[in-house]
Nanobody
């Protein structure tokens, strides 16, 4: 399955933007579903976005503010996050699977996570 390594997290003020990146290793990057989930203290793991080929889906809370994309040459998936809110604060995880899903239990490969903190 290969490894997933996230980067790009940090501290940002409400209304600001961040771009997360997830570098993937393995020969099947272009045909795999890549997803972002987030986990905040005291909350359940939440689906953020996923992409396979050129098809993307989003969680309700980020629809219209976040954009997922991928670069098959660099084997990297991105999450552009705009209009950030304090409620977006969480550890963001990249995940990979053979098919696209909103259910984190379907994903077999995970990165180590990157912290995003949005101050009010």
């Amino acid at each position: 399955q290969g490894q997933l390594v996230e980067s790009g997290g940090g501290l940002v003020q409400a209304g600001g933007s961040l771009r997360l990146a997830c570098a993937a290793s393995g020969p099947t990057f272009s045909s795999r579903a890549l997803a972002w989930f987030r986990h905040a203290p005291g909350k359940e793991r939440e689906f953020v976005a996923a992409i396979i080929f050129n098809s993307a889906i989003y969680g309700d809370s980020v629809q219209g503010r976040f954009t997922i994309s991928k670069d098959n040459v660099k084997s990297t998936v991105y999450l552009q996050m705009n209009s950030l809110k304090p409620d977006d604060s969480a550890v963001y995880y990249c995940a990979a699977n053979a098919f696209i899903s909103r259910d984190y239990r379907q994903y077999s490969s995970w990165g180590q996570g990157t912290q995003v903190t949005v101050s009010s």
